[in-house]
């Protein structure tokens, strides 16, 4: 079934589909945005906790990895930060500044975000077509004819899948997303359809995500929150490292500081075992900590050590390095100290890989950046033709960067692909 012929369609309503089909409607291009999800924005309906953490006040490119040096630069110099934050303020919605510069929606639900975009939309007249998934993009004679599927909702046994439709378009921006939670749209065809179309793209992978560890011991930490610096490892070299909130699980870590390590983590496990170093007193030195315990060990000399444990840390924390050390939680505290301190300034865990795709935030691989232009994310392969978002072989650390990004691709690709 043939549909009419519009100057610019939009393959995905995520993110960078939502302002990229906003920006070229203001444009004055005719535009029709198309998505396999039964309502636009599905993911961003989950960032946050619902909440929607959708950009950061400190925006830079050193906050994002795998693009080349100066990609980024470039694509901030055309569409700086703080005019990504004006474009939300023009849509009115208010915002609220929190830890770290990351910036969410005043109300603290992610589904005004996506309302604002969508009575956006509305008040320009672009249509949003759900429940379509987009199989094959070709260019002939200056055109783009985009096929696409219709996708029976899981909900509604009765209904029918399967119906064709072909679209004519002057433009396509790709903006189908990557391959993280997949359970909510995420998947691989983006990718397959830039492979069609000639662009290199290097194999997805978790990014962002909680890391599984191979201790047992996690599991009675499991929901605790606290503040820790991390250093990551491969054998004596030192990775990366980051300090902030951790979250134990019964499986490993999580919270944003093992969030920010996950995707050097899981690179890393190629190279050999990878182990994580928690340092329970970051504000310590270990001297400091080491005359803080052995002061304290005093104080409490003949009472259980639970006594001495009590206010120090989480319990659970204290607990586990208690154990390391062969320290009795009811025997006198004072015996082990020195190497308590060690512990709670090195509490090494090894890493065995992530939750996957299911559970990442993002993920990193994609379409090569040397074949996009950053200025207006315009393929310098296929005229006409613009990729946006998660496609990208770019992922940022976790805040706000991800989709801040998003939103400057969406926005950059929507105003060119209207000229």
């Known amino acids: ?40 924005g599905r ?94 993009i070709k260019r002939a004679k200056g055109l783009f004819s985009v096929e696409a599927v219709t996708v029976a ?3 509604d046994k009765k209904a029918q899948a399967g119906g064709r439709k072909t679209y004519t378009a002057g433009r396509v921006i ?15 065809k ?3 359809l830039l492979k069609s179309l000639g662009h290199s793209v290097s194999a997805p992978c978790p990014a962002i995500a909680p890391l599984k560890v191979r201790e047992t011991l996690v599991r009675g930490l499991d929901g605790v929150r606290l503040d820790a610096g991390l250093c990551l490892r491969v054998g004596e070299k ?45 504000d310590y030195t270990a001297a400091r ?33 208690a154990e390391r050390c062969g320290i009795g939680w009811e025997l006198p505290a004072g015996p082990g100290i020195e190497k308590l301190a060690a512990v709670l300034k090195s509490f090494t865990l090894e890493v065995t890989g992530s939750l996957g795709f299911e559970d990442a935030m993002v993920s990193s691989g994609g379409c090569s ?3 996009i232009d950053p200025a207006t994310f315009g393929s310098k392969l296929v005229a006409g033709l613009y990729v946006t978002g998660e496609l990208l072989d770019i992922d940022g650390d976790s805040g706000g960067f991800n989709l801040h990004l998003a939103w400057t691709s969406g926005l950059l690709a929507g105003r060119h692909a209207a000229k």
Request: hydrophobic share 45%; proline share 6%; net charge neutral.
């Open 153 to 155: 909702p899981k909900w």
């Open 43 to 136: 993911k961003l309906l989950s960032t946050g906790s619902g909440k929607c953490n959708f950009s950061n006040l400190a925006v830079t490119p050193v906050r994002y990895h795998g693009a080349a040096p100066g990609f980024l630069e470039k694509a901030f110099a055309a569409l700086p930060p703080r005019e990504v934050h004006a474009f939300f303020d023009g849509l009115g919605l208010l915002r609220a500044e929190k830890e770290n510069g990351r910036l969410f929606p005043r109300s603290m639900k992610a589904q005004d975000v996506v309302n604002s975009l969508l009575n956006r939309l509305e008040a320009l007249k672009v249509p949003v077509a759900p429940l379509t998934e987009v199989t094959a």
């Open 174 to 188: 790709l903006a189908a997303g990557g391959a993280a939670y997949p359970q909510i749209g995420g998947g691989d």
């Open 369 to 371: 950046c040397a074949e």
């Open 238 to 282: 030192k990775v990366s490292e980051a300090c902030g909130e951790i979250l134990f699980t019964a499986y490993g870590v999580s919270g944003p500081a093992a969030l920010d390590l996950s995707r050097d983590a899981l690179s890393a496990l190629s190279r050999g075992p990878v182990v994580l170093e928690a340092d329970f007193f970051p």
């Open 289 to 321: 900590l080491k005359a803080l315990l052995s002061s304290r060990a005093a104080l409490f000399s003949g009472r259980p050590f639970r006594h001495f444990a009590c206010g120090l840390l989480n319990e659970k924390v204290v607990r586990a390095a």
């Open 1 to 40: 079934m043939a549909e009419k012929e519009y100057d610019v369609l939009v393959v995905g309503a995520g993110a960078s589909g939502l302002a990229a089909a906003i920006a070229a409607a203001e444009g004055g291009a005719s535009v029709l945005a198309l998505d396999k999800n039964h309502v636009p």
């Open 190 to 192: 983006g990718y397959v």
